[in-house]
């Protein structure tokens, strides 16, 4: 059973940065893609950021783009999430999420996704 479990979130100044970390386990990582998504208080979830089981697709939300980064190490089964100039209206709860081989257009699709983290807390506040 694919188990997951984030780390490095925290409580940040805007304008700062942090890596949140996923550790997968439970079955071959590399035939798994990896996606973040967060939730606010009171939103609904939304699609952060995803790398395709091959590692050869990322793709980003719009917000995302050109601040967050993500990338996967097979050899350590870790996927990380770079996120860069945060914003207070970024503080949510973050969970990574796994795939087994989706499609690269499936990325941003919650519902292809069969195994998620419990998340880890991120907060911006000045």
């Known amino acids: 059973q694919v188990h997951l479990v984030e780390s490095g979130g925290g409580s940040v100044l805007p304008g700062n940065s942090l890596k949140l970390s996923c550790l997968f386990s439970?079955?071959?990582?590399?035939?798994?893609?990896v996606g973040w998504f967060r939730q606010a208080p009171g939103k609904e979830r939304e699609f952060v950021a995803a790398?395709?089981?091959?590692?050869?697709?990322?793709t980003y939300a719009d917000f995302a783009k050109g601040r967050f980064t993500v990338t996967r190490n097979n050899a350590q089964n870790t996927a990380y999430l770079d996120m860069g100039r945060l914003q207070l209206e970024d503080a949510a709860q973050y969970y990574c999420?796994?795939?087994?081989?989706?499609?690269?257009?499936?990325?941003?699709?919650?519902?292809?996704?069969?195994?998620r983290g419990p998340g880890t807390q991120v907060t911006v506040s000045s």
């Open positions: 999420a796994a795939a087994f081989m989706p499609l690269d257009r499936e990325l941003g699709d919650f519902a292809e996704y069969q195994a």
């Open positions: 439970g079955d071959s990582f590399k035939s798994y893609a």
């Open positions: 790398i395709s089981w091959m590692g050869t697709t990322t």
